[in-house]
């Protein structure tokens, strides 16, 4: 046996010597643990004993053949990872075999590269199925509520957000259309003192300007047609909690006046009214366009803006946080597994390298609504298919976007240039060009492990 540096276990079973020696050689040279057996009936004990994370078996073997290898390792170890191996003219046994549940096959004689290409997806099917297993682990410590995201942006994210809940200030957010910027309000209110009271968002661009007023502000008897009777405003239903006006963008200067005093006072004057009531709140808002622009544009008031600017979170699109796509996949399948009372415990890594190379416009919401249309239409216990335009597909972290900066290029290089290099950083770093102790600061930069 020979020990490497990656915790990936492999064991080869060929009843042909040179065979078994030939691929031995090519994996210890991918520097994995791998075993060989020449004697199927002692590969079976060894499976048994201790099943590897991929079987490589030829088919037609005396004794015990390759295809009931495959069935009693997959009985062990339903993920465990199976590449069979054929001789000319046997391609409907691994046709079978694939349909037992083997991961690949490949047909003797075979060209070196050719069997590491496959090894290789092999090796990256595994450790994706161990992230599967990684991601649910941590997901079931996770709130509903919680911020989902390990990417060094969203832990940047996270920690403002502690910082600033407790300290009772106006915050804005902003970020494109399903991002969660309400996510990250309800996180600030709930870490904040007002914890305990109300918590009410309200989109400012579903309402039009007058009903808009009358939801916030409340109105007086007869200060319309129709007010029959006194009615109380949002802001006074929220005193004491937190009000989170989403697409604040969407509002007109009238209505960003009135804000505004609301904002400076603490006071609101209900439509038809004519004695100002003090409210005790604090105000989150939203935007889904940079208001700098909005205010060259003459749409929003710059005085406004500074009084909702006094702390500022940005949420990245998904696109540029490609790292945090196969944790949120897991939170949705969770939840709507839960909903719709499906048990479906793991996504197929297939799946998982699709929606990596989406581009996904609609942010986490259309990610959300994907997994739950997924959920819905799946009949087994992983989620095998997701419907993803084939036409919108590029590559899983695309360095041409142009809304990419210099740092977060970096990053990506040096995570392919790891990932490349199986973890080494001394190939990683001949790779990249620079030296291992520059290597090693930048990965402490990144948070890269």
């Given at each position: ?23 031995e ?105 161990r992230?599967?297993i ?19 942006i ?68 007869g ?85 909702l ?33 499906k ?44 419907q ?38 001394e ?5 990249l ?17």
């Amino acid at each position: 046996m020979h020990r490497g540096a990656e915790d990936i276990r492999l064991l080869i079973v060929d009843d042909d010597l040179r065979m078994c020696q030939l691929i031995e050689e090519l994996i210890d040279r991918r520097g994995l643990s791998v075993s060989a057996f020449t004697d199927s009936t002692m590969a079976l004990e060894a499976i048994k004993e201790a099943p590897p994370d991929i079987l490589i078996t030829d088919l037609k073997m005396p004794d015990i053949g390759g295809m009931e290898l495959l069935k009693v390792a997959r009985s062990l170890n339903n993920n465990m990872t199976v590449i069979v191996i054929t001789g000319y003219g046997t391609v409907n046994s691994a046709v079978e075999a694939m349909k037992l549940g083997a991961y690949d096959y490949i047909e003797k004689p075979f060209e070196p590269d050719k069997f590491m290409l496959i090894l290789n997806r092999a090796v990256e099917h595994v450790r994706l199925l161990r992230e599967n297993i990684r991601l649910k682990d941590w997901l079931n410590e996770c709130r509903t509520e919680e911020i989902i995201g390990q990417s060094r942006i969203i832990t940047e994210i996270k920690e403002l957000v502690s910082r600033v809940a407790p300290l009772d200030t106006t915050v804005l957010i902003q970020g494109e259309t399903g991002t969660g910027k309400e996510l990250v309000a309800r996180a600030i209110h709930r870490l904040s003192v007002r914890k305990n009271a109300v918590f009410l968002p309200v989109n400012c661009g579903a309402l039009p300007e007058s009903l808009l007023e009358s939801e916030l502000f409340g109105y007086e008897k007869g200060a319309f047609t129709g007010a029959e009777r006194q009615k109380k405003g949002l802001f006074e239903a929220a005193s004491g909690g937190t009000l989170f006006l989403d697409e604040i963008n969407a509002t007109t200067q009238n209505f960003q006046v009135k804000l505004l005093r609301v904002l400076q006072e603490g006071e609101i004057m209900r439509v038809g009214g004519t004695k100002p009531l003090g409210v005790d709140l604090r105000i989150i808002a939203s935007t889904n366009v940079a208001l700098e622009k909005e205010i060259e544009l003459g749409r929003f008031r710059r005085d406004l803006y500074y009084r909702l600017n006094v702390v500022f979170i940005e949420i990245p699109p998904l696109r540029k946080r490609k790292e945090d796509i196969p944790l949120l996949a897991h939170f949705f399948l969770n939840k709507y597994s839960e909903k719709y009372n499906k048990a479906i415990h793991e996504i197929h890594p297939d799946v998982i390298r699709r929606m990596m190379k989406y581009h996904w416009p609609g942010n986490v919401r259309e990610l959300e609504n994907a997994i739950e249309r997924a959920v819905i239409m799946e009949t087994r216990e992983r989620l095998n298919n997701i419907q993803i335009p084939d036409d919108k597909l590029g590559p899983e972290t695309d360095l041409t976007d142009t809304t990419l900066n210099i740092e977060e290029m970096e990053r990506i290089l040096i995570s392919r240039a790891l990932q490349k290099a199986d973890g080494k950083r001394e190939i990683a770093s001949r790779l990249l060009g620079i030296s291992p102790v520059t290597l090693w600061r930048k990965m402490k930069r990144y948070k890269l492990n």
